[in-house]
Every structure is written in C-alpha cells, then in structure tokens.
C-alpha cells in the first residue's frame, strides 16, 4: 500500500494549495526481492533459481539496449538515448499498473504538528 499525505504548497503562488506527498519506505534489494518473490509467489522456485534468472534477464536486456533497442517491460520500457543514458519510462501497461496500486492518506507534517 502506498501511503501519502496531503501537504501544503511552499510556493506562494500556490498558497492554499495542496499536493500529494509519498511516503517513501525505503529501497529493496535484489536479495531481498528473491526473498520475496519465494516467500510470496514463487514457493516451487529456490531464491537461488529466481535471483539466476534475474540476473541473466538484465544481461538480455544490457544486450538488446546496447543493439539499439526498446526493451518493453509492460510497466516499462528501457533504451539508451543518444547520449548514451539509459532512459526508463512508462510503458504500454502502466495505466493498468497503477490502477491496481492502493494508496491510503495519512496525517500531513502540519495535521501531526497540530495535534502536538
């Protein structure tokens, strides 16, 4: 779940305005994602088969960028641009990805303040 908070502009022309905060948990590992993965879907899988196949499907996809393609994830898409960065962006799924996010609203930096 994907908690935000309601948060005041600090840009005076948008007083009175808010905006959407996310409330960043932190990073996940690859180790950790295997872990997961096991633990949740992938139980038939041993973490050290899953992180295998991770690792060789970011070699395919280093390859196919460096070929001059589009690798589309569905969620995705990676390339190299012509300054040769790579580039993430939306793919063709991504609206149908974020459409089955949950976010949940928590207190704002000013509504905790204000209880205090």
């Known amino acids: 779940m994907i908690e935000y908070s309601l948060e005041p502009h600090t840009d005076p022309e948008l007083k009175g305005k808010y905006y959407a905060k996310i409330h960043y948990k932190g990073t996940i590992d690859q180790d950790t994602l295997v872990k997961y993965m096991h633990d949740h879907y992938m139980p038939h899988l041993t973490p ?44 063709e799924n991504t609206k149908q990805f974020i459409k089955t996010l949950e976010f949940k609203k928590v207190p704002s930096e000013e509504e905790i303040k204000n209880k205090k």
């Not at 499907?57 to 300054?83: A, E, P, W």
């Open 48 to 91: 050290q088969k899953i992180k295998a196949v991770i690792n060789e499907r970011d070699k395919m996809i280093r390859d196919l960028i460096s070929q001059g393609h589009t690798v589309d994830l569905g969620f995705m898409k990676v390339y190299m641009n012509k300054n040769k960065e790579i580039i993430m962006e939306p793919g």
